[in-house]
């Protein structure tokens, strides 16, 4: 069949804007058998296969397509398992449009497959199914293993450190994940909505880690409840850390310090892992304002300003210093923030946040800019337009322009070496300054997406596999 007479790409259903504006359920509602066998069978099953070039998690794209279009499922879950600890998860937050998709033949002509797509409704079959295949698969993955008697230690269970953790339980380690926080997932708990990213769908994947006899223990504090230097003393032999980026960066201008202004990590964590949407059945009151500005308009900026309308806020603006264009968050994100009523205040920028006698928020001294030469990111430069100040009237600002990373679990290593921002230096296989000390995600890179962070930690379990094996 060429690729003109395949069928059209299938539109994901979803939630009517007027509708999901008024609550917090998932957006998108997933593909039915039809679509995805339909979806799948678009498929040109290339004998190089580049789409698989595009996976940070080497996930048997091909393969498990092919077992989608000819109806067999469980094929199709146990392949995705093979590569990927948390397919129900990829398959919603990945941005597949810019790595696997993006590499797919068929897009060349016509619209790539939906290749996340497919990846959560297969994953979410498996769900369905209540864990049996789940067990059958963490069965047959650690009954071919010897166990190899020695100790791992992973240092956050976040995206990096539980796909990290799964692969070297696979391999027959005594694994044991340390979580600061009092429940595992990490920026997939805290950081994204649960319109985005149900909370029940990482719980579960979690607990298919520990079926794998990943032991996971909460409300440890790396840096503070322990250090490195204790973890080697009690025996792990090796080490990764994973603990990612959840300092948030803040614009340095005045007025950050009234009240109504959150850090977008404060935002989300306090409506999603707090159950601040669900106040006062759940005891953690969130002000979400009337008039709300965002400044950033990275996915953790779409997030924010999409919760703050859930939350009842009557305007809500991104506020950024480039054109749409030139905005990191993914299209899709771009795309739902505008059916839901965001407006985009572009190329402008906040020089001063203005309070009230009382301290609070009331509005934003802002500059208008216009675009010059691009920069170092290949992102034309803003440049701010003379004589353009005007008076934004708002009472919540929510900043969400990146974050760093956390120093708890460096300041507390000596001998690791970092890079200028404070992020630990690693070599592409995660190996630090320190022997047996491995480290990925967004800890050694910076903030990036959950993907790269997965990937991050595939490489770094290869290595300690290596690095324990020639001891």
Known sequence: MSVKDRPN?????????????RNFREVALGYTEEQAVLEAQRCLQCKKPKCRDGCPVEVLIPEFIQAVAERNFAEAAAQLKEKNALPAVCGR???????????????????????GRLERFVADWEMAQEGQMAKEKCTSATSTVSPKGKKVAIIGAGPAGLTCAADMARLGYDV???????????????GIPEFRLPKAIVEKEINTLCQLGVNVQVNMVGGKTFTVEELQQKGYEAIFIGTGAGLPNFMGIPGENFCGVFAANEFLTRTNLMKGYDFPNALTPVRAGSKVAVLGAGNVAMDAARTALRLGAEEVSIVYRRSEKEMPARAEEIEHAHEEGVQFKVLTNPVEIVGDEQGWVKGMRCLRYELGEPDESGRRRPVAIDGSEFFMEVDTVI??????????????????????????????EGRTSLEGVF????????????????????????????????K
């Open 9 to 21: 790409r299938q539109e994901m259903p979803c939630q009517a804007p007027e509708e999901r504006i």
């Open 93 to 115: 937050v990945c941005p597949q449009e810019s790595q696997c998709e993006s590499k797919c033949i068929i897009g060349i002509k016509s619209e790539p497959v939906a290749i």
């Open 176 to 190: 044991t994940v340390f979580e600061a926080l009092h429940v595992a997932g990490g920026v997939l708990m805290y």
């Open 399 to 428: 900043v969400a322009i990146g974050q760093g990373p956390n120093p708890l679990v460096t300041q507390s290593t000596p001998g690791l070496e970092l890079n200028r921002k404070g992020t630990i230096y690693a070599d592409e």
């Open 439 to 470: 480290a990925g995600g967004d800890i050694v890179t910076g903030a990036a997406t959950v993907i790269l962070a997965m990937g991050a930690g595939k490489k770094a379990a290869r290595a300690m596999d290596q690095y324990l094996q020639s």
